[in-house]
């Protein structure tokens, strides 16, 4: 099946600071999205991002289809940013229905 | 809109009982697929269920199933529970067949085998 790698696995940050999570994965997909993992345990979207780039106030996410990669940039970090993120892609040739996710990105955000 | 939904929000069983989790999909969302989500792992993928058939199947024993009603809400049982089934098993749904595959989780249920 489908490799997904994120990196870094941790990132400490003060607020103000900009950063770039990144998203390798190993075939072709139908399907790329970013959450955000809030401590109670609810997954919240980002972006649904297959390919190309899409920006919402402080983040943009951008995806090269046909390098297999996507980044992810947060701008301005506030301290709710903090938190885990995850990259989940849905293979082409399987179920629609199914996101292989990545071992997520723990995101820290100091004042 | 309400978002998709859970039930229940947290669960306490013991080794070899049983356990139904429940999802009710976003309105007008015919997809739903469920995930098991271990402590610092990433989720990962049981079934999906679309118009009320199975589509896919992860890598789970057979003591997990599902099924998807008729209003397109949905069921996950597992039987016989081992220490290791205690997770958060989230449920996420999505309007295939609209040009997007985007899939939305609901608050998931935290189950805890004792």
């Known amino acids: 099946g489908i490799q997904v790698e994120q990196s870094p696995p941790d990132l400490i940050l003060q607020e103000g600071a900009n950063s770039t999570l990144r998203c390798n994965f190993s075939d072709s997909v139908n399907n790329l999205q970013w959450f955000h993992q809030n401590p109670w345990g609810q997954l919240i979207n980002l972006f649904y991002?297959?390919?190309g780039t899409k920006q919402n106030g402080r983040l943009s996410a951008t995806t090269v289809a046909t390098e297999r990669y996507s980044l992810l940039y947060i701008s301005s970090s506030q301290t709710t940013d903090s938190g885990v993120y995850f990259c989940a892609v849905g293979e082409i040739g399987t179920s629609y229905g199914k996101l292989t996710f990545g071992q997520g990105t723990i995101l820290t955000v100091h004042p | 809109d309400a978002g998709v939904t859970q039930s229940p929000t947290h669960l306490i069983k013991t080794r070899g009982q049983h356990v139904t989790l429940r999802c009710s999909p976003i309105s007008g969302h015919k997809s739903v697929s469920w995930y098991q989500q271990v402590l610092g792992q990433g989720p990962q993928f049981i079934f999906q269920?679309?118009?009320?058939?199975?589509?896919g199947r992860g890598n789970f024993p057979d003591r997990f199933s599902a099924r998807q009603f008729p209003n397109y809400s949905s069921e996950l049982n597992v039987n016989a529970l081992l220490l290791g089934d205690s997770a958060l098993y989230l449920c996420a749904s999505s309007n295939l067949g609209q040009g997007s595959y985007e899939q939305y989780f609901g608050p998931g249920t935290r189950l805890t085998v004792t």
């Open positions: 991002i297959p390919s």
């Open positions: 269920y679309y118009e009320k058939e199975e589509r």
